[in-house]
DNA sequence: ACAATAGTGAAGTAAATGCTTCAGTGTTGG
DNA sequence: CCAACACTGAAGCATTTACTTCACTATTGT
């Protein structure tokens, strides 16, 4: 489920902006409210609560809201989703330079 | 250099499409020319090129031209610069989260 | 009770995105 | 030489994005 391709689609672009990584910034170290998580963004509240609800959809924070507070926290299983589509195909590209390498160290043993 | 946020910013944004990401695997298994790039993808090799380009301004791919035909190689070290920010954040977040339960470990040691 | 706080929702807008088609350019096999 | 090939570039177009402002709804401290 975690794979699915249009899950992907919304965590990359999720992460595309710089507000919004800033967000996850932020929330990587605690959990923060909406008028927390806005202070250091210069743009207007709407803005932030807009940008919220791209990261909510993306599954990269879950958020709460007690009384009047909304609080955000990150949700650590997405980015692992995120982190392991990048990884595989890192590693596929790697593995594949190594066997290169192997090959051509192997063909220039024509002494 | 490569923790630069607008890099950064290029980097999600190309791998937020499905198309690219697709591109960006099928060179992960080996290099390839443009057409081969597009030849699973349902749309014009125009539409290609223009992806190719969103991914070669991100870093994540480079290409060459040889005669008629451009070939085009994944960027493994703009991959882990991607997977480093990812890396940060998510091991940020788990260290809070053990020294969290922790702390709750030891102060219900009230017995 | 009431003002301040914390957030929500709906328009509206400018710019960016993801295509399309069409008209090229340089390359190469026969 | 010339037709097929592998792109390339520009223009146009529908949709989405990233905001804004303004009006509004709950909560809460005093």
Redesign the interface.
Known sequence: MLHD??Q??LM??A????AR?QM??R????PASVSQLAEPLAMSLSAVVQHLNVLEASGLVRSEKLGRVRTCQ?E?KA??A??H??????N???R??DRLGDFLAETSDET
């Open positions: 391709p249009a992907l689609d990359f672009q992460l595309a902006d710089p990584r996850v910034d929330l990587s170290r605690g990150i650590p980015l692992r995120a982190e589509w990048i990884n595989e195909r890192r596929a590209w790697e594949r330079l």
